[in-house]
């Protein structure tokens, strides 16, 4: 929730999109996370059959979350703001937030938890084709993510490398949540290998809200547990396996994004992560890619390769109540320089651009966070 534009900082029902401070339209700022999400009827037409016949209806399971008994807002919250299905629709919600360039993120809802994987691969082929086909040439603007079945590792590749060639996708969409095996793992190992072979980010972003199928759903009872903290506590886990198991150090030129799992949890982590590593390192040895590559260690402290190798989407921003502690916040997460902004429209946790221009952030972290993070991250130009 982005409770920066309200002088007493304190939380609001709704958050609007308008107005938008109109210092903002004097930086190019990139969104790096804006979820775009096709008339299902249209993006029929580009899957393969048999599915084009069978699946009429998305999702073709239940399991979606609602906050209206908690925030109280009507629906599922994927769709607060309103819903951009075309290029068009999209470049109008650009004009309307104060954004120049996009990054559309797959808006479907939590593709990765269906168990299917051939349906799940199927999807995501026929969102790419129509990303290529009909979005992605009506405007520089518009750049996107490629849509995989990252839990088929082979299929995921693939996929990568069947689209890659489209110059509009700078990255590849994957999740993180309580039901997958992280995506540090080496048997991920497949899409890594196609992301770098065409110069394309990973992007790890949250998935399944109410976490089934794992402890956590089994736990909790509200709606802050499950999505808010949730997400925290397995994107750090994510993170991890991707530190800890030599990702970086089997593919030290890979850039990670981090999507709507937290930030202010950075500092702990490093001293965390340092810290246990420094005293027993030995386990490192026994990961798969070290076992592969006869190293013992890792190739430099677990905290070092957050400078490297992972940044992290802006949203949510969220504000302490002492307005001095997000000062220093930005300062021990380095934020603007970890920082790039993006809105998550259009979720009912949407992020107007408005927070940026808070006067803890300087005048060069502002542009950093609003246009140089991204377009320095990313191999492929914006």
């Not at 996009?102 to 299917?116: A, E, N």
């Not at 082929?125 to 009506?138: G, H, I, R, T």
């Not at 850039?255 to 949890?265: A, D, N, P, Y």
């Not at 429209?345 to 651009?353: L, Q, S």
Request: hydrophobic residues 35%; glycine residues 6%; proline residues 8%.
């Amino acid at each position: 929730m982005n409770i920066a534009t309200n002088p007493n900082r304190q939380p609001a029902k709704r958050v609007k999109p308008n107005p938008i401070d109109p210092r903002a339209h004097n930086y190019k700022v990139v969104d790096t996370d804006f979820h775009f999400i096709p008339d299902w009827e249209v993006l029929r037409k580009f899957l393969k059959e048999p599915f084009r016949t069978e699946l009429t209806k998305y999702p073709p399971v239940g399991g979606d979350y609602t906050p209206q008994y908690a925030i109280g807002l009507e629906g599922t919250g994927q769709e607060t703001m309103g819903r951009a299905s075309t290029a068009a629709e999209v470049l109008k919600v650009l004009d309307e937030i104060g954004v120049e360039s996009v990054l559309l993120s797959p808006g479907f809802q939590r593709p990765q938890s269906m168990f299917h994987p051939a349906m799940l691969s199927a999807i995501a082929a026929a969102y790419n084709d129509y990303l290529a086909a009909e979005v992605l040439p009506a405007s520089p603007r518009i750049k996107a993510e490629i849509m995989i079945n990252h839990r088929d590792p082979a299929a995921g590749a693939a996929e990568i490398r069947r689209v890659a060639k489209h110059p509009g996708f700078l990255s590849v969409y994957t999740e993180f949540g309580g039901n997958y095996e992280p995506i540090g793992t080496s048997r991920h190992d497949p899409i890594y290998d196609a992301a770098i072979e065409n110069d394309l980010t990973v992007t790890s972003h949250v998935g399944t809200f109410y976490q089934q199928f794992t402890p956590l759903h089994q736990g909790t009872r509200t709606w802050s547990e499950l999505v808010g903290i949730s997400a925290v506590s397995i994107s750090m886990a994510y993170v991890g396996s991707m530190i800890f198991q030599g990702l970086f150090d089997k593919y030290p030129t890979l850039r990670v994004i981090i999507k709507e799992g937290g930030f202010w949890w950075l500092p702990e982590f490093m001293a965390r992560s340092d810290d246990y590593y420094l005293s027993h390192p030995g386990d490192i040895k026994l990961t798969e890619r070290k076992l592969e590559a006869g190293e013992q260690f890792l190739n430099k402290l677990p905290s070092e390769y957050f400078e490297s190798n992972i940044r992290f989407s802006s949203q949510p921003v969220c504000f302490p109540r002492d307005p001095r502690h997000f000062k220093m916040l930005m300062e021990l997460c380095r934020g603007e320089d970890m920082l790039m902004y993006s809105s998550d429209w259009p979720h009912a946790t949407f992020d107007p651009i408005n927070w940026a221009f808070d006067p803890a952030i300087s005048e060069e972290g502002r542009k950093k966070i609003l246009e140089d993070n991204a377009r320095n991250w990313f191999r492929r130009p914006f």
